[in-house]
């Protein structure tokens, strides 16, 4: 699916008004909420980072508690913030996932992941370094939860927080500006499924998946095609009876027992199920399954935020949003950093990251809020004219480098590397052709070593937050 350019207003010179220093509140301590808060002060702004956990990492925070509800989607339910499943490795090399300016390199250590691709454990010691280098831990109030995010008149923000572990009373603050990244791997999208109501079978959504066991001796049926759903079909194939891939994607021909394995089959969507356990695809095939899991992504959700209205989550589409990041009439003291998918999220979030900091001081000059809403409307009817739903807004894949760069000449920065560009695109390659090895085998050392080049002179220069 090709995923049709933002339109672009005329490129707009820095603002030549005085810099202004705001007072900001970050809600979120992930990777997202760590970089933009290292670009707000680098500004001169006044930070304050919300995090509900006692550390900061947000969904690379490895749990092995699941939720009281498997599927994730009851209210009242004992909610886990991570989805990350105990053998996760990143699917990204970490040449091409870390920040620009802080690369995630392998650390000489006994008890680190040195691997190209390595496990959750690893990102996660990697934020909390890129945290102690540039000493951001002050700024983060851990355990504290955002209850509310509120506009007020003359444009402030009021923000209600409480003490998660004293159970104390909610403490409300004035801030200038607000900036959300409180991820959006938590509340889980579930597929309908025509006769779900009366199949006696088991269902669970990926965010609960940890470990395979549960599954032994099972017929499983599996929903999605991402890169997660891939890693937990392997995994549980290894102790189930039958995997059944169900696959909006798949090509017709590529339908039946996948020649790799002896359990794992592809099939397409499910067309209904049946009260005697019967799962019946759109293909006419069909299984008696014991198990259905739903790889089937994440809803954006705020449930703090409250803006009358004027920003709204619709089908999964947050907006209206200029560029992803800025409400056109709130811009610039509301933003959102990390909402694009199918990306590498890191560099994505620093380039984000330094445009809101330069936008909220004055360094960087925004169009009009009527020329942000004429091009949020025409990147909306693009989408429309080639019938791109609407959950699919924020998705990025291949266009994401032209969207990087072009937050990087708003910045004053220079584009994405081309060494980083080529190395995304020869490991979906290297994804397709090897989806179990990967991680291990590839072809691009070349582009490994001029990352390794590229890389020294942002390690000798490590706290620095300019562009080089």
Known sequence: MNIPKTPTVPFRFPSTTPITHRKVAVIGAGAAGLVAARELRSEGHSVVVFEREKQIGGTWIYNPNTESDPLGVEPTRNIIHSSLY???RTNLSREVMGFREYPFVAVDKGDRDPRRFPGHREVLEYLNDFMGEFELGGLVRFGTEVKHVGLMEGGKWKVRSRKRSDGGEDDDEVYDAV??????????????????DMWPGKQIHSHNYRVPDPFRDQIVVLIGSSSSAVDISVEIAGVAKEVHISSRTAMDEAFGKLHRYNNIHLHSVIESVQQDGTVVFRDESAVCGDMIVHCTGYKYHFPFLKTNDIVTVDDNRVGPLYKHIFPPVLAPLLSFVGLPWKVAPFPLVEFQSKWIAGSLSGRISLPTPEEMMKDVEAFYASLEASGIPKRYTHKMGNYQFEYNDWLAAECGCPPSEEWRKEMYHATSKNKK???ETYRDEWEDQHLVEQAQKDFQKFLSKAGHSSCM
Do not use: Q, W
Request: aromatic share 4%; hydrophobic share 40%; no cysteine.
């Open 86 to 88: 105990a053998s996760l």
């Open 179 to 196: 900036v959300v990244v409180n991820g959006h791997y938590t509340e889980p999208r579930i597929a309908e499924i025509p006769g779900i």
């Open 433 to 435: 052709a090897r989806p």
